[in-house]
């Protein structure tokens, strides 16, 4: 029997992957009430991508699991329930980067006071030194959007906006409280991810 899976058995293989990846996170305390993880969709990677609907992490189980269009972050089925404005993060990093398999947003208290202080956010031991040797970059919305921005990411230019703030080596952090918020990415796995 062969051992590769076709794509309609690989989708239902990510569904239960990706929500139980969902209840991981948020087990671990990863994400919070507002996170989610997502992936690309293993039937039509370059055109969609998995994300659970409006949904604690803690909750999702494969039936909360829609398909999003990577084009506009638009359900694939109009009648899909309804999503995380957020997930133009999603759509917007896949479209910029065709190697990222799976984002993860989360709001890490570890990681946002680095958005905040001068402070840079860079390796300072051998265990972290998949974060390279500079410091991540920084996305403030109100660069983009101007002061009165209510900092949520919530379509796809915004979306586009972050995403252009990641480089070859590291994600972004976001210095507001309701942008995206990614930890470090190592060299071999982009995706935040
Ligand atoms: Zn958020």
Redesign the pocket.
């Known amino acids: 029997m062969s051992q590769m899976m076709d794509s309609d058995a690989q989708y239902t293989q990510c569904l239960q992957d990706l929500s139980l990846a969902s209840r991981i996170l948020a087990h671990h305390g990863i994400v919070d009430g ?2 989610h993880v997502s992936c690309r969709d293993p039937r039509s990677p370059k055109e969609h991508f998995l994300l659970s609907r409006n949904l604690a992490p803690a909750l999702v189980q494969p039936e909360d699991i829609v398909t999003w269009r990577i084009s506009d972050a638009e359900p694939a089925d109009p009648n899909s329930p309804r999503g995380f404005l ?1 997930r133009c ?1 999603h759509s917007e990093i896949y479209r910029r980067f065709e190697d990222v398999e799976a984002v993860v ?3 890490s208290l570890d990681i946002i006071p680095f958005g905040l202080s001068p402070i840079p956010f860079k390796a300072v031991y051998h265990m972290a030194s998949f974060l390279g040797s500079e410091s991540a970059p920084i996305f403030d919305i109100s660069d983009s959007f101007g002061p009165t921005t209510d900092m ?2 919530r379509n796809t230019t915004h979306g586009a906006a972050l995403a252009s703030s990641f480089s070859p080596l590291f994600d972004v952090i976001p210095n507001t409280a ?4 990614a930890r470090p990415r190592c060299h071999t796995h982009r995706g935040v991810s």
Do not use: D, P, S
Request: no cysteine; net charge negative; glycine share 16%.
């Open positions: 507002f996170g957020e993060i947003h989360f709001h949520l990411i309701a942008g995206a918020h």
